[in-house]
T-cell receptor, first 110, second 115 residues
């Protein structure tokens, strides 16, 4: 009963480095999302996908990229890490109006 | 743009109390509303989902109500326990718009129940 799985759980990056946050789901959901959560704030949508090969920007996409080559996987790419990208990142999938979240990736950029 | 507000931001109560957490949203054109629980350093766990046509949902000691026309939802926790300590998030899914299925979140209510 894996649901939505994110890796890694924690990561420290130096300014300018790149990394990919992995997200995979085993529920065959077409809709997938990446959110970020800053301390004391609500979750903000970064990117979303309505199916394999289809992605679009959310409200805070700058500095990120995504791809969706399969239904299961929705990786989030940070190309040039900046301190403003220090946050907790959540991947989610949804079906019939209900959302399921991964455990999150805590990223610190120093 | 949809704005979601949760009151109070934090709540500290003794065990056994009945609690009410409030959520308000600015655009009443919603598809559904979800209440989530978030434990420190963990992901979000869905507690209750209320469709726009429903007035309330119940699960165990939790009851959530929805008044779509006035843009409000409440989460009622009966006989609170220390294990209920967590942050509770309210999220609405819009009924229209291009971002299919996305959620708008409040900032959450941080609940502490002490023995």
């Amino acid at each position: 009963n894996a649901g939505v799985t994110q890796t890694p759980k924690f990561r420290i990056l130096k300014i300018g480095q790149s990394m990919t946050l992995q997200c995979t789901q085993d529920m065959n959901h077409n809709y997938m999302y990446w959110y970020r959560q800053d301390p004391g704030m609500g979750l903000k949508l970064i990117y979303y996908s309505v199916g394999a090969g289809i992605t679009d920007k959310g409200e805070v996409p700058n500095g990120y990229n995504v791809s969706r080559s399969t239904t299961e996987d929705f990786p989030l790419r940070l190309e040039l890490a900046a301190p403003s990208q220090t946050s907790v990142y959540f991947c989610a999938s949804s079906t019939q109006g209900r959302a399921f979240f991964g455990q999150g990736t805590r990223l610190t950029v120093v | 743009k949809q704005e979601v507000t949760q009151i109070p931001a934090a709540l500290s109560v003794p065990e056994g109390e009945n609690l009410v957490l409030n959520c308000s949203f600015t655009d009443s054109a919603i598809y559904n509303l979800q209440w989530f629980r978030q434990d420190p350093g963990k992901g979000l766990t869905s507690l209750l989902l209320i469709q726009s046509s429903q007035r309330e949902q119940t699960s165990g000691r939790l009851n959530a109500s929805l008044d779509k026309s006035s843009g409000r939802s409440t989460l009622y926790i009966a006989a609170s326990q220390p294990g209920d300590s967590a942050t509770y998030l309210c999220a609405v899914r819009p009924d229209r718009g291009s971002t299919l299925g996305r959620l708008y979140f409040g900032r959450g209510t941080q609940l502490t129940v002490w023995p």
